[in-house]
Each structure stands twice: as C-alpha cells, then as structure tokens.
C-alpha cells in the first residue's frame, strides 16, 4: 500500500508532467499560427507585386490624364476588396489558432481535475477517521473552482464571438463605403 505522502509525490510529478505537455502543445499550436500568417503575408506579397506591376504597365499605356485616372480608379475597388479579405485571412488564422489553445487547455485541465479527483478519491479511503469534513472542503472547492473556470471559459468564448462578430461588421460597413466612394469616384 501506497502511502499518502508517495500519492501526492506521484502526483505533483504527472501535475509536473501534464504542465511540459501542454506548453509543447500551445508551442505548437502558436508556431501553426504563426506559420500561416507567414504563408498569408508571403502570398500577398507576391500577389500584390504581381498586381502593381500589372497595373503600372497598364497605367504607362494610357493616352492622356482622364484615361490615366480611369484606369487608376479602377484599381482601388479591387485593391481595397483584397486588403478587407487578408484581414478576414488574419482574423480566421487568429480565431482558429485561438479556439485550438483553448480547446488544448480545456481537454489539459479536464485530465488534470480528474487525476486530482482520483488522488483524492483514493485519499480518502485511507484517511483517519474524522477527516470526512477536510476531504468534503477540498472536493467543494475543487468543485467550486471548475465551475468557476467554466463560467470564465465561457465569458471568454462569448467575448472572443462578439469582438469576431463587430470585425466582421465594420470590415462589411468598411467594404460597401468603399464600393460607395470608388463608383461615386468613377462617375465623375
């Protein structure tokens, strides 16, 4: 038989454990975050160089000044409508890259809280009498703090939902001013 002292040892070990793990699995996730935003911003690059000059060459060809601002107008709408998609790129990389950290933490933190539960479980069955009352305080309070941190998880979902919600409405706002402006500036 085990003794307390080497349930709480074995214990603080794999709590040790668990914490290495899951900083290698935020790493991870981060540097998978972080690598498609590199990605992004290397397409986009390429992407707009290879439209500048497109639109340089085709800039250089017009005739005279209201072929040339034609032709540059003509270039805002579409430029404008690629930087409102990079930033909804940006926005997804980040939302996704985020709902993997949380989901690592919560399936962390689940493990955790039912190896604690089980040391205590155990504790208990070996523990002197009259100790009923201690092991109830720290089953409540265990029981207390997950309810807590769900009620934080969840405040925190609804806000990461909210602030994604109001970015998708102002670059939504932000692209019809900008079909807006660009025909009322084409018509003229």
Same mark, same amino acid.
């Given at each position: 038989?085990?003794t307390l002292?080497?349930q ?10 668990a914490?290495?793990a899951?900083?290698?699995q ?6 998978e ?5 590199v990605?992004l911003n290397l397409?986009a690059t $390429?992407?707009s160089l290879?439209? *500048?000059?497109?639109a340089?060459?085709?800039l250089l @060809? #017009?005739?005279?000044a209201?072929?040339?601002f034609?032709l540059?107008g ?5 430029s404008?409508?690629?930087?409102i ?6 926005a997804g990389?980040?939302?996704s ?8 933490a ?7 809280n ?6 205590i479980?155990e504790?208990? $069955?070996?523990a002197?009498?009259? *100790?009923?009352?201690?092991i109830?305080?720290v089953k @409540? #309070?265990?029981?207390n703090f997950n309810?807590g941190?769900?009620q934080?998880?969840k405040?925190?979902k609804q806000?990461a939902?909210?602030m994604?919600?109001?970015v998708?409405t102002?670059v939504?706002?932000l692209s019809?001013?900008t079909?807006?402006?660009t ?5 003229k």
């Amino acid at each position: 038989m085990t003794t307390l002292a080497d349930q709480f040892s074995a214990a603080t070990k794999a709590n040790f454990e668990a914490q290495i793990a899951l900083f290698n699995q935020f790493a991870s996730k981060t540097f998978e975050g972080v690598e498609k935003l590199v990605d992004l911003n290397l397409k986009a690059t $390429k992407s707009s160089l290879e439209e *500048t000059h497109d639109a340089v060459q085709k800039l250089l @060809t #017009a005739k005279d000044a209201q072929e040339f601002f034609s032709l540059s107008g003509a270039q805002a709408q579409p430029s404008v409508e690629k930087g409102i998609a990079y930033g909804r790129h940006v926005a997804g990389i980040f939302s996704s890259t985020q709902a993997e950290l949380t989901k690592t933490a919560e399936a962390q933190l689940a493990e955790v809280n039912r190896k604690v539960i089980s040391i205590i479980d155990e504790a208990s $069955k070996n523990a002197p009498a009259g *100790t009923e009352g201690a092991i109830s305080f720290v089953k @409540t #309070a265990i029981g207390n703090f997950n309810a807590g941190y769900e009620q934080l998880t969840k405040s925190a979902k609804q806000a990461a939902e909210a602030m994604e919600s109001n970015v998708t409405t102002a670059v939504d706002q932000l692209s019809q001013a900008t079909v807006k402006a660009t025909s009322r500036g084409s018509k003229k």
